[in-house]
């Protein structure tokens, strides 16, 4: 049934104002959390008690899906959830990803030599500490295929605890291009 909810003001790239709502939902069947999130600038205010809130959380779910890019909440290092996009990037499974860190999915090493594991931890620790984080990172899917991104980590704070949201693009062929014209 419907647990939390929360209101979060911050501010879009362009800096115009937003607002993002969530609904954290125990989905009996699984025994987990699945928290939905909603951008926008007009929604009314909602609580626990208002019969919308089930419709706003699908709301939230379905953006969450629909999204274009791969999304992942992460606990501390861990991913806990994990939109369609995030199982067409790696080629895999929800349960093959959630229960596993984002630098688990990596080369050993990025690009510029360092760790994938250190470096992983430090980015997500920053964003943690309220320190949004934009970089590149090179990924692998659980076929072996790397592949480059661009990685956003965003701490969300929910009742039920903080988060990374982290939002990737797979920016292989934009690479590609960059090299191609070196």
Known sequence: GLRDFWNYQGHAHDMRQWTARALNVVDETAGKTRAGVLMSAGFAAYN?????????????????????????????????????????????????????????????????????AVKGHDKIAAALAGMPQRFEWKHRRLDGTAFDVEVSLNLVELPSGSYVQAILRDITERTKAERSLR
Request: contains cysteine; hydrophobic residues 40%.
């Open 48 to 116: 626990d008690h208002d019969p919308r809130a089930v419709e706003l959380l699908d709301d939230a779910t379905a953006l969450f899906e629909a999204a274009n890019d791969t999304i992942l909440i992460l606990d501390g290092d861990i991913v806990v959830d994990c939109n369609s996009m995030a199982l067409e990037m790696f080629r895999c499974s929800r349960e093959e990803i959630v229960g596993e860190a984002p630098y688990q999915l990596s080369p050993s090493a990025q690009p510029d030599g360092l760790d994938s």
